[in-house]
């Protein structure tokens, strides 16, 4: 096996994870409600002037940005979960904050200059730019860690907590509902083992965000016409989505459940809804104590069991005739999805297959991420061309089988 180390590309990044491109839009609501960390943040990471990583006839995030302050509610939406879910940190008595994602949000800054311990974890393409401009803007004692990480991995979670004592408050907002069901049973199982180890609580609202959006758009509509338009649920749905499953599944998943109103931790004024009449501001506000930060406990000894996959990954390409032959090793998730593409890449333009053939053998997970990357090499085949995926091991056969992949491929030789 050949252990791989190419550098990071944006691009590559950008591929086989669009979905971090959201959280600029997200720094740009804030910098719009004011926050002048937002701004120079913005400014320094190049979001004021709409750059984005996307090819130019996509929408840069600035575009996207202006399409959707156009939405009412959307941006006071942003701005509450994002004040709230600090304020009832600062309130929680804990010392340690594990945000997961945390995107380009200024709360390294904020947190850090209180002399709060921070620690900061997404994927290469955000930590990658926000390491940097976070330290050239705080030069204090007090840790503001920025750590590359993907949630399905607990090594990579795991590995950046060293030396950390202390309960931790990990905040996850923005992240699962972009998750497989199968994604988030590990996502849960890995939350669960940081906090049997350090203890402290989980905090969401990420159920919350359309009946959130939703209930804010109805209290403005008196003062603004709500131009027509559906707002979707998350996708892929997973049961933590499901109002009738959730509850049960984080039961079943280890964790107690508290449910607290956001309103409870809304600041005075919202900035956002700084336009509309007093009357209105309050019924919008109101809107959020229906609305609920999900605050779950690790119980002792509740947890499902798990098994450690490696954390490693390796590849091996050959190639003959008009054949690519691929062996993979280990987990192809956000982390090392991008490795992949690379290598597949320069190996295809060199000499362009028409098959491509893929061991699975010692593939211990597959993501989205590298999901991703199979879906582009049979977008890249020729006519006539073909993916065979070999001694599918039944975890990642399921996982393909559940994403609704397995039939883009030629399947043999399955692993029983």
Known sequence: MNNTNQPENTKLLEEVNPVFTTAQVCLLVMAEAGDPDANQLGSMLGFDRGI?????????????????????????????????????????????????????????????????????????????????????????????????????NYESLRSALDGVSGELFITTEGLLMYLTQSELEVVFRNIYRLLEEFGGIWVTTDNSIVSAQQSVMQAISEEKEIPSLELKKPTPENVFFDPQQAEQFVAKMGFSLEKIPVYEYLPDHLHTLADYSINVQNKAKEAFRNIYFWIMRAEEGAAAEYTDAQNTFRMHISRQGQTLYLTLQGRVDTLTAPELLSLYRNENEKHACRFVEIDLRDLDYISSAGLRVLLIMVKDRPKNGTVTVTHLKPQVRSVLETSGFIQLFSIKDDLQ
């Open 52 to 152: 984005s990583m996307v090819d130019k006839d996509e929408l840069t995030e600035m575009e996207k940005f202006q399409k959707m302050k156009a939405i009412p509610g959307f941006m006071t939406t942003i701005e509450a979960r994002f004040t709230a879910s600090s304020n009832l940190f600062l309130h929680s008595g804990l010392r340690n904050i594990l945000d997961l994602p945390c995107g380009y949000t200024p709360r390294g800054l904020q947190f850090a200059r209180r002399g709060i311990p921070y620690y900061g974890f997404d994927l290469p393409a955000v930590i990658q730019v926000m390491d940097g401009a976070c330290h050239r803007l705080y030069q204090g004692n007090t840790p503001m860690c920025y750590h590359k990480a993907d949630a399905t």
